[in-house]
Nanobody, 122 residues
Framework: QVQLVESGGGSVQAGGSLRLSCAAS????????MGWFRQAPGKEREFVAA????????YYADSVKGRFTISRDNAKNTVYLQMNSLTPEDTAVYYC???????????????WGQGTQVTVAS
C-alpha cells in the first residue's frame, strides 16, 4: 500500500507561483498512475492533472491548462505540480493521489494524501 505526503502549499499573491510536491512511500512508485486533485471551500473535489498510467503523457483540467505542469522524479518517488499565474480561483486544498495501472487518468484513485492548502490573494 502506498502512502502519499504533499508539501509546498502556502499563500501567494495573484500572478504568483508555487510548486507542490508529493512524496510516495510503501509501494512501487512506477506501478501507479499519479494525479493531482483540489477541493475549494463549499465545492466538490475536482481533477487537476495526471499522468497516463504509462507516464508518457499528461492530462490537465481546462481551468489549469497552460498554467500548471505535472512532473515526476521516479528516482525520488516524487510527483510535482508546478503552478504559475495563480488566481484566487485556484485557492483550494490540493491532494496527490495514486491509482492502479490500467485505470484512466481521471480515476478512480485508490490512495490519497492528506492535502496541502493553497491560498491565492487578489
Amino acid at each position: 500500500q502506498v502512502q502519499l505526503v504533499e508539501s509546498g502549499g502556502g499563500s501567494v499573491q495573484a500572478g504568483g507561483s508555487l510548486r507542490l510536491s508529493c512524496a510516495a512511500s510503501g509501494g512501487s512508485f512506477a506501478s501507479y498512475g499519479m494525479g493531482w486533485f483540489r477541493q475549494a471551500p463549499g465545492k466538490e473535489r475536482e481533477f487537476v492533472a495526471a499522468f497516463t498510467w504509462s507516464g508518457s503523457s499528461t492530462y490537465y483540467a481546462d481551468s489549469v491548462k497552460g498554467r500548471f505542469t505535472i512532473s515526476r522524479d521516479n528516482a525520488k518517488n516524487t510527483v510535482y505540480l508546478q503552478m504559475n499565474s495563480l488566481t484566487p480561483e485556484d485557492t483550494a486544498v490540493y491532494y496527490c493521489a495514486a491509482r492502479r495501472l490500467g485505470v484512466g487518468a481521471r480515476g478512480p484513485y485508490n490512495y490519497w494524501g492528506q492535502g496541502t492548502q493553497v491560498t491565492v490573494a487578489s
